[in-house]
């Protein structure tokens, strides 16, 4: 079945970096894209950007330029989303999800959380 | 970008009953509208996609209406498993931009 599987929780300290990855399965991994949402804790969803997995071009929306970076290992049909110089703010689950053709986002992976705490 | 406005953003209700919730665009955007389900602790779960389109598995008291900006998504005869909170997104314009969210509380 077509499944996403996120990377575990991390806790990491302010000013580092975390790679939260998403391994595809169950489909051919380059004929969708890859998106990423965040959800604060007790907060809504919020789309942080897109990646072409069949060109690795990504999109990103506003205030997820800079620091966050969507990336590709199309060997393993696996996603990444990086992101560098952690801030308490930072702090989420990051859920990656399959981009179908009207753009619903189906299925999701587990969420990942990051915490970034001192 | 598209702001998208959801409506209540809370409900109480009983099982057994009927709810709706709405959802605004503020822009034109056509049916690219997509429903969700997330329960505490778990990823949002696609319910409908293209305004009207109930995705496969998903049961038959889930339905969705509505074009250009404003939209339904209603629930028939409430089961227990229903409660739990919905969202609307838009994929008609990057970025995709979802609704805030409506809390559906056992009453």
């Known amino acids: 079945q077509v499944q996403l599987v996120q990377s575990g929780s991390e806790l990491k300290k302010p000013g580092a970096s975390v790679k939260v990855s998403c391994k595809a399965s169950g489909y051919t991994f380059s004929n969708y894209p890859m998106n990423w949402v965040r959800q604060a804790p007790g907060q809504g969803l919020e789309w942080m950007g897109r990646i072409n997995t069949n060109t690795g071009n990504p999109t990103y929306a506003q205030g997820f330029t800079g620091r966050f970076v969507l990336s590709l290992d199309t060997s393993v049909s696996t996603a990444y989303l990086q992101i560098s110089s952690l801030k308490a703010e930072d702090t989420a689950v990051y859920y990656c999800a399959r981009g179908l053709s009207g753009g619903w986002f189906d299925p999701w992976g587990q969420g990942a959380l990051v915490t970034v705490s001192s | ?107």
């Not at chain 2, 959801?6 to 709706?20: E, I």
């Open chain 2, 1 to 107: 970008d598209i702001q998208m406005t959801q409506s209540p953003s809370s409900l109480s209700a009983s099982v057994g009953d009927r709810v709706t919730i709405t959802c605004r665009a503020s822009q034109y955007i056509s049916t690219f509208l997509n429903w969700y389900q997330q329960k505490p602790g778990k990823a949002p779960k696609l319910l409908i996609y293209g305004a009207t389109s109930l995705q496969s598995g998903v049961p038959s008291r889930f339905s969705g209406s509505g074009s250009g900006t404003d939209f339904t998504f209603s629930i028939t005869s409430l089961q227990p498993e229903d409660f739990a909170t919905y969202y609307c997104q838009q994929s008609h314009t990057t970025p995709d931009t979802f609704g805030q969210g409506t809390k559906l509380e056992l009453k």
